[in-house]
């Protein structure tokens, strides 16, 4: 069994001895997975919004002939965007989380290099994370397309795929999401719990403009590891997978 207590206890002695370190590294995941544009967003863009409305009105509406054309183009330049996007969270993203997840599983045992963001992209591992994280996002993806509901709890069945690679970025797509699936079976409302129980860190960090939430991003970060550690080692005491099968050292 594990608690939040025990596991953010565990992430704070982590995070004692290499803090500098978790935050660059969780830097990075935030910038490719656009947390950073979340963060950093301002409102700027409502304010381009309400001039061009004022100005619009001023003119009376006149001048429209060029609305038509613009907005064919604006659509295709969304597509365009979106295309781009699904592709770079694809092809590097993905890898690049995996990698992540695989420098703070190190981190809570011993001093991991930042070189294991790159993890992801060495060896023939490449393909298998390409894929794994692909099925992972697609069967979200739909599942969510049924109901919220029903995709948030997928999301969390499957919140463990990443670092599942991370141990063993050679294991088949189906056993990864089937190890996931098994590791949070009846701790889904746990999971959810230990997310909510970050809400007061990240009002906090959004009072210095958005920025102070990256400050916490390696708690958090730090945190989700010792977690994905209990659930492995209740998960092998239940005999879900087999000594060799993801890596036990811990």
Known sequence: ???REELKERAKAVLRRAYWKAFFVSFILALVSGEITNVSKNFSDDGNARIFIRNTMDRGFQEFSWLGPALIVMAIAGMGILVATLIF?????????????????SLTAEDAPIELIGYGFKNGRYLNIVKTMFFKNLFIFLWTLLLIIPGIIKAYAYSMVPYILADNPELDYRRALELSEEMTDGEKFNLWVLDLSFIGWYLLGALACGVGILFVLPYVNTTKAELYIALRRNALQNRVFQYGELNNNK
């Open 1 to 3: 069994m594990w608690t």
């Open 89 to 105: 969270e694809i092809f590097v993203a993905n890898p690049v989380e995996m990698g992540i997840k695989r420098f703070f599983l």
